[in-house]
């Protein structure tokens, strides 16, 4: 058990001192867990990537950087309000009109149809060339 939980709340549990635990727990090589070491429940892990990193980790009194850990490890990308996702049928788009037109129809900036282009290596719309 030991590991499992912050020495002194084992200590208190138990009836030991914190020193007593504190060494046992040294001497077999067992790290103390952080403030955030427990499971994640499904109701957590549904609010990664929903909610800011930073008001996650106070409302689940978990550390900023752990919230940051199993988001990351689980795939889901950071709160952003203003990112909005591209979908397939918008990808799809790219290339078959000028980076200026397709921003307006799709409501994105230039530079954002741009960057994406050039990320999925599709080349510049060229009305010359016809698939």
Aim: glycine content about 6%; proline content about 6%; cysteine-free.
């Amino acid at each position: 058990m030991l590991g499992t939980m912050r020495d002194e709340d084992f200590a208190r549990r138990f009836g030991r001192t914190l020193v007593a635990i504190r060494q046992r727990r040294q001497h077999r090589a067992i790290r103390q867990p952080r403030r955030g070491d427990r499971p994640w429940t499904t109701e957590e892990e549904k609010l990664l990537g929903r909610i800011k990193d930073r008001d996650l980790a106070k409302r689940f009194d978990r550390p900023r950087d752990a919230v940051i850990e199993h988001r990351r490890k689980l795939g889901i990308p950071s709160y952003h309000p203003m990112h909005k996702a591209w979908s397939i049928a918008e990808d799809e788009l790219l290339g078959t009109m000028s980076d200026r037109k397709l921003a307006n129809q799709l409501g994105r900036t230039l530079v954002a149809v741009r960057t994406r282009r050039v990320a999925k290596q599709i080349p510049v719309f060229d009305p010359q060339v016809r698939p």
